[in-house]
């Protein structure tokens, strides 16, 4: 399984951002997707991940502020980032877990103060 992510970027204190992670093949009978995160000096965090039926899980840090969707007919799951926070920095990597965990490619987000 090969995952893309995408939709990074700056923003600022406040702000929002929508990332993307498009899987090569369908996601509808795959397990856990989500999200981790690594902020420079820190070890990676899991931010958020759905199941296979659309049940979700969130870090307290991303409650009441991200959410986290699945597009099944498009491959493809969404992290909604509002109420951005300086902290909130780091390169987010979208993972599934079919057997293992598969990652993409890593995409930054830099949240200015």
């Known amino acids: 399984v090969q995952l893309q992510a995408s939709g990074g970027g700056l923003a600022q204190a406040g702000g929002s951002l929508r990332l993307s992670c498009a899987a090569s093949?369908?996601?509808?009978?795959?397990?856990?997707m989500g999200w981790y995160r690594q902020a420079p000096g820190k070890q990676r965090e899991l931010v958020a991940r759905?199941?296979?039926?659309?049940?979700?899980n969130y870090s307290d840090s991303a409650k009441g502020r991200f959410t986290i969707s699945r597009d099944n007919a498009k491959n493809t799951v969404y992290l909604q980032m509002n109420s951005l926070k300086p902290e909130d920095t780091a390169v987010y990597y979208c993972?599934?877990?079919?057997?293992?965990?598969?990652w993409g490619q890593g995409t930054q987000v830099t949240v200015s103060s």
């Open positions: 993972f599934v877990v079919v057997m293992k965990y598969y």
């Open positions: 093949r369908s996601i509808t009978s795959m397990k856990p």
């Open positions: 759905i199941t296979s039926t659309g049940s979700t």
